[in-house]
């Protein structure tokens, strides 16, 4: 008698110390995992835009690409929403670049630009103050690409088509690249 209740007691006991070792392994993965993401996140977080807001529709609208890292991110596109400034009505268009330097802001103004669609000059120049980012498509220094959103930062499994080319684009042209402070390092594995 004394030896069953002690078997069932020793089952009991290796069963609770198995459902232990699995609920600290099921934490030390989840761990594993978050930290697997924080460190895939680095350079893209420190990867950035914004656009200067001028009091009077005759100011120039200069964009910046903030890249706060020491590796360049490349293939950029921005997607940008713009009045035309003949003609008017809003356009989707997609500017291209090859890449941010590193720890580097790169300004351009969106009444340089020009866009084009389906291959040919549409002549649309950008209205100053009507011009609206949506978005900055990336790729880190692992290849990783990424799409900043004013408010989120998501990784990209597959660029559509739409993606890449919407109603129209643009090749940024009259660039400025000035160094930014800080530039962070981050552990890269």
Not at 4 to 33: H, M, N, P
Not at 91 to 114: E, N, W, Y
């Amino acid at each position: 008698m004394i030896g069953a209740v002690a078997a069932i007691l020793s089952v009991f006991f290796t069963g609770w110390a198995t459902y232990i070792s699995a609920e600290v392994a099921k934490d030390q993965l989840e761990q594993s995992r978050e930290e697997s993401e924080r460190e895939e996140r680095q350079q893209a977080s420190r990867v950035t835009f914004w656009m200067e807001a001028y009091p009077n529709f005759d100011s120039p609208q200069t964009v910046h690409l903030v890249n706060r890292t020491p590796d360049s991110v490349t293939r950029v596109m921005v997607h940008v929403e713009a009045t035309a400034a003949s003609g008017g009505g809003w356009h989707r268009l997609t500017g291209f670049a090859s890449s941010v330097p590193p720890c580097s802001d790169l300004m351009f103004k969106m009444s340089d630009q020009i866009a084009n669609n389906n291959g040919r000059e549409s002549g649309v120049r950008f209205v100053p103050e009507f011009t609206n980012i949506e978005g900055l498509f990336f790729a880190d220094a692992s290849g990783v690409t990424w799409i900043r959103k004013p408010d989120s930062l998501s990784r990209v499994r597959a660029l559509t088509e739409e993606a890449v080319k919407r109603k129209g684009s643009f090749i940024l042209q009259k660039m400025k690249v000035k160094r930014v402070e800080p530039c962070d390092e981050y552990s890269s594995k």
